[in-house]
């Protein structure tokens, strides 16, 4: 009897973490979205729900419908590259469905919708798909945050006026540093053949993004990474000094550099702490440095997924008190070594966080603008040297890399045109307070090309 008891347990504890693992995952459409738009697919007969590489499955609905989003859900992660076609039209294109996409395009009306699968893994099947016509979904408070380095921003020209255009927030980022007493140090660059000092290559920074964008908020990233006056502490360790010991100093040092340089903010990116106690001191500086700042200046603060609930990392409760919590939705490899992939670093993303309690209007969803070799190797590669080759609708391509000391082709994985797209809409349809861009210098300057220049259209096409 002992023995069943036992057996009978076991399986009601596998049952269990089985059913919390379900629970964890995401597969339905949030209901930011589902309560507020009718499912225009709804009813629809399909022809076929399964198939080889070449193969198309037709959704008829119940008449003629009009949307500008469909929702795909594939049994399994098989299929490698599809379109959706309308009139005989492709309208839109994109490399995976997995369990959950978010398909945003121009608005049609039609009868019926193709799903052609071009590549995959074996045989394929579509679960379900549903279609929305997503209108004033935008709000004014949604941001677009680009994170620029300040070299860049001090070498802005008027060929920067239509990526500007984009942004309603840039964080500074890479020209101020703090050292263990919580004092301020500013980079000094060489620019042009010049010596700049730190001091004048802020400032010039902030005067060229009020001039290019003058609407645009400005926050300025603090670092804690460089040993400036050789107290030979490590970065954690100078944080932790800096911001427990010294904490009224760095506040006060905050302040201080609010108003010295306009400011409308300050911003940390602490890559991080390592235990429970290094987190309780950041946590309790952020805490206290919200209170400090005056009521109409931001707080914000960069964190990775991992970093976010966890047994040692940062209470929701804690970014819930900042202006705004910058998701580094990126780096985080799925199982096709994907970094930055829409399920796992979007829908899923904002889904537990939700579930833990994270407010998510304050949550800026990351964007990469650079790419990550899908066998995880460091190798990273800027949008900009592949726009052209990945076209209106890839998100990967082979690039020759060296990593290891070997030189050899790999398959590297961005964040193309149309994934900018679907993200951005999907923040904004989600309720999102935005999204948030890294970096600024890794976009194409051609227009057509333009990431920013999907982010743009999303936002117009959320405003109708």
Sequence with gaps: MKRLTLIALAILIVLTAMLILACCEMSSTPRAISDRYEDVA??????????NAGDSATFTFEGVKTFNCLVLKERGDIIDDYEVI??????????????????????????????????????WKIRDIEAYLIHDSYTPSFTVTSYIMTDRAYKLNDSDCDMMSASTCFNLFGGVYFDKDGGLHMQDFLIGGRSIKGEQAVRGAVSNIRRYNPSASIVCTLLGNKDLTHDGLDTQARHSSAMGEHADALADACNALI????????????????????????????????????????????FSLWNIGARDGIPVSVLNTLSRVELMTYDGFDGRGNHSAFYNMCAKALHDLDKM????????????????????????????????RLGKWGDSLYNRITSGGK???????????????????????????????????????????????????????RRQ
């Design 357 to 388: 309690g994270l407010d998510i209007s304050k949550a800026d969803l990351g964007i990469p603008f650079y790419c990550r070799a899908t066998d995880r190797s460091t190798y990273a590669s800027d949008y900009a040297s592949a726009a052209d």
């Design 42 to 51: 709804g009813g629809y007969k399909a022809d076929t729900r399964s198939g």
């Design 407 to 461: 030189s050899y082709d790999a398959l590297c994985y961005y964040n193309g045109r149309q994934t900018v797209y679907d993200k951005t809409c999907y923040a904004i349809d989600t309720g999102a307070g935005g999204v948030m861009v890294w970096h600024y210098s890794c976009d194409s300057s051609d227009s057509e090309l333009s990431l920013y220049g999907a982010i743009k259209r999303a936002v117009a096409s």
């Design 259 to 302: 108003s010295q340089f306009g400011l409308d903010g300050v911003s940390f990116d602490y890559e991080y702490p390592r235990n429970r106690k290094e987190s309780e001191i950041y946590s309790s500086f952020l805490t206290e440095l919200r209170q400090t700042l005056p009521r109409d200046k931001l707080l914000t603060a960069a």
């Design 86 to 123: 309308a009139h005989g039209k492709t309208i839109y294109r994109s490399e995976a469905i997995g369990r959950y996409k978010y398909c945003s395009f121009p608005t049609v009306t039609t009868g019926s919708v193709a799903i052609k699968v071009n590549a995959c893994r074996g045989k």
